[in-house]
């Protein structure tokens, strides 16, 4: 009886699909369109042949009955970095955790197919993300429940509540009998551990409640990144969506061991549970998935356009070096904080000298004093923290301080005793030019002048 429904459900929606932009390859049931993990397999296999230079596919796992996890990885792969050398930004997407959330399904879905389309006709703006990003779409995590049209796995287990952090801690249902006691959770959080553990972006797609959810589910206080989520937060209601944006425990309810928790509190990853409405197609109709999700989509391709900026990014804007006092000053050019940086002089895998450890807030600047330089043959860089959580990685950037700076009085006695050493003037002269000078122009410790390459050797 289901095969004869499912077929008359199509022949009533097959022009639709032969007309839609973006052919779902699903089939309406119930109240709900439904992609069977067979169509989806087919479907990005034939993406995987159709545009191999863009499109890579990756078997990641297999579900509880054996089905195979695919993530889709798109980006120009003509590219082995940006065309500046930098490392392409990575975004990381999975959807169907709950197998009966079709639209989340279907938004992760089309946040691959947006990218693949746009190549293919030339849009700017597709061009510009592949050609500076990965983007990785685990599309059907529960493939499973997804057959069966249900939420937990064929396990009955509620995957989004089976991750390593705070399992179990929450009032919840069917968390499994341990922290990744499923295939499905554990592929994934290997594929974050181990493929995409630089990830500047992972969000996590879900239908239910129209709303958007960054960390904690377990706790109502704000993240340690609250900055970029709220400045993220203000961006998209001012000039995208009106969609809320909250903490999870908060908007929704506490909820512990779920994979945005995991992502943050773990990965260190910034993360957001994307909800779509839960209003779902009902039967014998099919709305192209470009207008039913248009504007979940405009989100989407704002955080993913803008992946650069959801981490600190710290740049040099001027450095003093004043006898054995080093000054300096760093802008953030990333919308996240970090703290406990240092201004380091190495050499090699050795420290030799850093400065005070100091806090830069997102998109500000911040001049550091310190002393204690007295070091040569290293080469400068910044050591500093992707954003504030404990659990993000850390990053040593090079930076090129340019020709040193001194104050006056250091400037004056390196040019004495260059003098002396070569016997150009008397001291004398020296001294009474020098008082001199002192007369015309009064001297202040804070006053700086280029040292020629010369004297600082």
Known sequence: MRGLAVFLAVLVVLPA?????????????????????????????????????IVDLAD???????????????SDWSMETKENGEAKEIVYIDGGHHGNEYLGTSLAWLSAKWYINGWNDGNEEAVRVLQNSEIHVLIMLNPDG???????????????????HYWNTCPTTQPGSSAFSESETSSNSNYMNTV????????????????????????????????????????????????????????LYPNCGTSR?????????????????????????????????????????YLIDNVWYWRARLVLDAFTLDDDEVTFTVSNLG???????????????????????????????????????????????????????????????SVDVGDYEVGFLAQSLATMVWAL??????????CFSFWWSREEKPFTMDEEIPLDAELID
Do not use: C
């Open 60 to 74: 990641i796992g297999d579900s509880e009955l054996g089905k195979t996890l695919w993530v889709v990885r798109i």
């Open 196 to 251: 995409v553990p630089d990830a500047d972006l992972y969000v996590t797609m879900h239908t239910g409640v129209w709303i958007m959810l960054y960390p904690w589910g377990k706790w109502p206080e704000q993240p340690a990144d609250w900055e970029l989520f709220h400045g993220i937060r203000d961006e998209v209601q001012a000039n995208i969506s009106e969609i809320p944006i909250q903490n999870a425990n908060q908007g």
């Open 261 to 301: 928790d995991y992502g943050y509190g773990v990965m260190g990853f910034p993360t957001f549970t994307f909800e779509t409405d839960d209003e779902q197609f009902v039967p014998g109709s099919f709305e192209s998935l470009d207008e039913r999700l248009e504007e979940e989509m405009d989100v989407m391709r």
């Open 146 to 164: 997804n057959d069966i049209d249900t939420r937990w796995n064929i396990n009955q287990v509620d995957l989004n509540r089976n991750y390593d």
């Open 421 to 430: 050493q070569i016997g150009a003037i008397p001291l004398v002269v020296i």
């Open 17 to 53: 699909l032969a007309s839609a932009e973006q052919a779902w390859p699903g089939e309406p049931i119930d109240n709900h369109v439904h992609m069977s993990w067979a169509a989806l397999t087919l479907e990005v296999n034939e993406w995987a042949d159709d545009y191999p230079e």
């Open 335 to 397: 919308h996240a904080s970090t703290r406990n940086a240092t201004l380091q002089y190495v050499n090699g895998d050795d420290i030799l000298w850093q400065s005070s450890n100091f806090t830069a807030n997102a998109s500000g600047s911040t001049t550091v004093t310190s002393s204690g330089f007295d070091y040569k043959g290293g080469e400068w860089r910044l050591s500093y923290q992707k954003r504030v959580i404990n659990s993000s990685t850390w990053v040593n950037e």
